[in-house]
């Protein structure tokens, strides 16, 4: 009398393969926009230190010509710079040694089209800085402003 023997097989099954990749699909969908705005974040410290660089530039320029200079004054006094973020950069309200830098952003999934950064250097010296940007990614020494000034 021959027995037949039947073959248990120890791997998953589909439906269990199924759940655990709808599981990872859950979780991936869950953590997109955070890495998404960290990712957007990250690029923006490239922007901040450009405009480092231009305040530095007015710093250097009031030294020697104890005036606030145009864009394209400015632009002498820095390199130029290909930065994925920074759509352009202009100088407006001077007034003696006062003046702005507006940094105009281009958009991207958590960048919103017309966002800007603003830095102002007030009569005390101090650089102020204004953004439309949303809080969740603007920087944090900035004050935010939902009217679209630019």
Not at 38 to 49: N, R
Request: charged share 15%; hydrophobic share 35%; with cysteine.
């Amino acid at each position: 009398m021959t027995r037949c023997t039947r073959h248990i097989n120890s791997g998953f099954t589909l439906i269990e393969l199924m759940v655990v990749i709808a599981i990872i699909a859950i979780l991936a969908s869950a953590t997109a926009p955070s890495l998404q705005r960290h990712i957007t974040k990250a690029k923006l410290v490239e922007v901040e230190s450009y405009a480092s660089e231009l305040q530095s530039a007015v710093d250097e320029y009031q030294i020697s010509q104890n005036d606030f200079p145009t864009k394209a004054t400015l632009d002498q006094y820095t390199n130029s710079h290909s930065i994925e973020l920074l759509k352009s950069y202009s100088v407006s309200d001077v007034e003696g040694l006062s003046g702005s830098i507006v940094l105009t952003l281009n958009s991207n999934l958590s960048i919103e089209s017309g966002s800007y950064i603003k830095y102002t250097k007030n009569t005390s010296g101090y650089w102020d800085c204004l953004s439309n940007l949303v809080a969740t990614i603007a920087p944090s020494y900035c004050t935010l402003n939902d009217l679209d000034e630019e």
